[in-house]
């Protein structure tokens, strides 16, 4: 109960700061860009889906058209993506280990920026995470029904309408039903396909706007991942991606990470919590490594990878640095 009362203490602390400094910066082009969607709200956008503009709408009817209004959910969501990864890493492993991943999250500045600009990856990454906490409690509680299955549905569709990226996770999904020997009875049970269906019916507002023009979104995607001209092979560009990925993370914290993946990487296949874990991280960043090697992709796109991997980094340096090489396990007594 220490743990958690301190990890409170520490988000609700960075969270009153994020808020009382929203005012004291002009908006960057993208929160004024999102701000102008949000006046004429639609079911999608050119280059996004319709979340954004709807969270926006939301908090200047509060607060009105001014930089406090405009992004006041950026550190409410930043607070619950931190509380959220602090009981999902308490649930799979134990409170030490989660607070160390709520830490790490909140130190890196690519998190703290996406804390106080309202812009689509606050939004996308609070529902990343909350689905993956959804879906662990249907992982815990199989192969009995649970009505998380349709939870996880709700909040993958909502991340999507926010950010199309967040569709992976319907891939993670499939691929921990499949390698976990136990949880391949709910691919013949109702769970699994009520939340398809579900997510599938927060797919029509924006298939049916692009739909009725010429699938804008689709055209403006391909430009942006470069390969609207072809496809190439470029190392460097991505060599840029990765080291990209040492500044915006910050680079102990960054190379920290990327040796408990590579380190967890065989061992996991034999460890359900890490197998989640892996495979919640692994398509996303591995999509845009790819995409990469024609042009760089923004280190930011595949941030929807590391929530999962900091659990995994944590879980894999908290034996080393404690000096107990024993598997970190869950533990009721913190």
Same mark, same amino acid.
């Given at each position: 109960?220490?743990?958690?009362?301190?990890? /409170?203490?520490? @988000?609700?602390? =960075?969270?009153? *700061?994020?808020?009382?400094?929203?005012?004291?910066?002009? *908006?960057? %082009?993208?929160?004024?860009?999102?701000?102008?969607?949000?006046?004429?709200?639609?079911?999608?956008?050119?280059?996004?889906?319709?979340?954004?503009?709807?969270?926006?709408?939301?908090?200047?009817?509060?607060?009105?058209?001014?930089?406090?209004?405009?992004?006041?959910?950026?550190?409410?969501?930043?607070?619950?993506?931190?509380?959220?990864?602090?009981?999902?890493?308490?649930?799979?492993?134990? &409170?030490?280990?989660?607070?160390?991943?709520?830490?790490?999250?909140?130190?890196?500045?690519?998190?703290?920026?996406?804390?106080?600009?309202?812009?689509?990856?606050?939004?996308?990454?609070?529902?990343?995470?909350?689905?993956?906490?959804?879906? /662990?409690?249907?992982?815990?509680?199989?192969?009995?029904?649970?009505?998380?299955?349709?939870?996880?549905?709700?909040?993958?569709?909502?991340?999507? *309408?926010?950010?199309?990226?967040?569709?992976?996770?319907?891939?993670?999904? =499939?691929?921990?039903?499949?390698?976990?020997?136990?949880?391949?009875?709910? $691919?013949?049970?109702?769970? %699994?396909?009520?939340?398809?269906?579900? %997510?599938? &019916?927060?797919?029509?507002?924006?298939?049916?706007?692009?739909?009725?023009?010429?699938? &804008?979104? @689709?055209?403006?995607?391909?430009?942006?991942?470069?390969?609207?001209?072809?496809?190439?092979?470029?190392?460097?560009?991505?060599?840029?991606?990765?080291?990209?990925?040492?500044?915006?993370?910050?680079?102990?914290? $960054?190379?920290?990470?990327? @040796?408990?993946?590579?380190? *967890?990487?065989?061992?996991?296949?034999?460890?359900?919590?890490?197998?989640?874990?892996?495979?919640?991280?692994?398509?996303?960043?591995? $999509?845009?490594?790819?995409?990469?090697?024609?042009?760089?992709?923004?280190?930011? /796109?595949?941030?929807?990878?590391?929530?999962?991997?900091?659990?995994?980094?944590?879980?894999?340096?908290?034996?080393?640095?404690?000096?107990?090489?024993?598997?970190? &396990?869950?533990?009721?007594?913190?």
């Amino acid at each position: 109960m220490k743990i958690e009362r301190a990890v /409170w203490l520490f @988000v609700l602390t =960075i969270t009153g *700061l994020r808020l009382a400094l929203l005012g004291t910066t002009d *908006l960057q %082009f993208d929160e004024a860009h999102y701000w102008m969607w949000s006046q004429r709200l639609a079911p999608a956008y050119f280059s996004k889906g319709p979340g954004v503009a709807f969270a926006i709408r939301a908090s200047t009817i509060i607060f009105g058209s001014n930089e406090f209004g405009v992004r006041f959910f950026s550190p409410l969501l930043g607070a619950g993506t931190s509380l959220l990864l602090f009981y999902l890493g308490r649930r799979m492993f134990n &409170a030490s280990a989660a607070l160390g991943a709520v830490i790490g999250l909140n130190a890196t500045p690519i998190f703290n920026l996406g804390a106080f600009l309202m812009t689509i990856d606050p939004l996308s990454l609070f529902f990343w995470v909350a689905a993956m906490f959804s879906f /662990w409690c249907v992982v815990e509680k199989s192969p009995k029904f649970s009505w998380h299955w349709p939870l996880t549905g709700v909040l993958i569709g909502l991340g999507f *309408l926010c950010k199309y990226t967040n569709v992976f996770e319907l891939l993670s999904i =499939i691929v921990v039903l499949a390698l976990i020997p136990k949880l391949r009875v709910e $691919f013949r049970r109702p769970g %699994f396909y009520l939340m398809l269906l579900i %997510f599938a &019916a927060f797919c029509v507002p924006p298939v049916r706007w692009n739909q009725e023009r010429a699938w &804008a979104t @689709v055209a403006h995607l391909k430009s942006r991942g470069g390969v609207n001209q072809g496809v190439g092979f470029h190392p460097l560009e991505f060599l840029s991606f990765i080291g990209e990925h040492f500044l915006v993370y910050s680079p102990l914290l $960054f190379l920290g990470l990327a @040796v408990a993946v590579i380190a *967890l990487w065989k061992r996991s296949q034999q460890q359900p919590r890490r197998l989640f874990l892996m495979w919640f991280g692994l398509p996303v960043f591995a $999509f845009y490594a790819l995409l990469s090697l024609n042009k760089a992709a923004a280190p930011n /796109w595949d941030a929807l990878a590391f929530p999962s991997f900091a659990l995994l980094a944590v879980a894999f340096w908290q034996p080393h640095l404690s000096g107990d090489l024993s598997p970190v &396990a869950p533990s009721a007594s913190d």
